[in-house]
């Protein structure tokens, strides 16, 4: 473990690392920073799951504002993500709190869902546009868009993981949007808005569970706030770059970074 004052230096420079090259991706940055603030920095259970949240209060503000600047708001994919996820965090925090103070098996399952979804990502190429063959492609994307109401029913999915783990909603549903056909320039705003959106409300669950229970609940606020920071300047510093990169090499970054974090859930429930 860090000592005092150094544990919000090395918290701030990794923070800013990582929100640069997950940004670009619709990712908050938050599913990379978990397994180092237990690692690293030493941030205990289940505190390190609103101090995760806290990271996405602080730190996607600034990439929002960057999408904003740019005319990508996300529009009205925002407001189907944020009707799931909403609710979906508040009983993922309840259910963290009360139910699963082991991350064990639920571990296994996250990795079994995001391991195939980020290998088929990270191989698989978009369909191109600007052929004679765009209205047929086009047609085939839209056909893998989900509805409406499959779209809110899985981001409360989503967002009860984001509750129980900390990792926002977003950070999962990017990919799923991403694959099903939606562009990342679409997805990356709207991802991040949900995500901002369901972390307040998250980080507000866990303070008011903290104060009649005993243990570690409540947020590190300095290690969220100095993690939060980093991010902030990384996620607008990656929000800046995002629409200078092609459609491939975004699409092959998800899916780096869901193999990751799903090999980082497979090793911690197998071990």
């Known amino acids: 473990m860090l000592g005092p ?5 090395v918290a701030l420079v990794a923070a800013y690392v990582i929100a640069t090259l997950a940004t670009p991706a619709g990712v908050s940055g938050a599913v990379l920073l978990l397994p180092f603030q237990v690692s690293v920095l030493g941030t205990p259970s289940p505190a390190v799951t609103p101090t995760n949240l806290l990271y996405n ?9 960057r999408y904003r600047r740019q005319g990508q708001s996300g529009g009205r994919l925002v407001l189907l993500l944020v009707g799931g996820t909403l609710p979906g965090v508040v009983a993922g925090s309840v259910i963290r709190v009360e139910l699963l103070p082991g991350p064990r098996v639920f571990d296994l399952v996250v990795a079994a869902v995001l391991l195939p979804l980020g290998v088929w990502l990270a191989v698989s190429r978009p369909e191109l546009t600007g052929s004679s063959e765009d209205g047929g492609r086009d047609a085939a994307r839209a056909t893998r868009i989900l509805a409406d109401p499959a779209l809110i029913a899985l981001a409360a999915i989503v967002g009860c993981v984001g509750g129980i783990y900390g ?3 977003g950070s999962i549903l990017a990919p799923i949007l991403i694959g099903t056909g939606r562009s990342p320039a679409d ?19 866990f303070t008011i569970l903290s104060v009649s229970r005993h243990g570690p609940i409540a947020p ?5 706030i100095a993690l939060g920071l980093g991010g902030l300047a990384g996620a607008y510093t990656g929000a ?3 629409s200078r990169l092609p459609e491939l ?6 899916g780096i970074l869901v193999t990751a974090i799903a090999a980082r859930y ?3 429930g197998l071990s």
């Open 266 to 268: 497979l090793w911690s």
């Open 187 to 205: 997805v990356a705003p709207a991802a991040l808005a949900s995500t901002f959106i369901t972390s307040v409300a998250g980080v507000i669950t």
């Open 57 to 65: 209060v602080v730190a996607t503000p600034g990439a929002l504002y």
């Open 167 to 169: 990792i926002g909603g």
């Open 220 to 224: 590190d606020w300095p290690t969220g």
């Open 249 to 254: 090499v975004i699409r092959r970054l998800v």
């Open 5 to 9: 004052g150094w544990t919000q230096v």
């Open 240 to 242: 800046r770059i995002q």
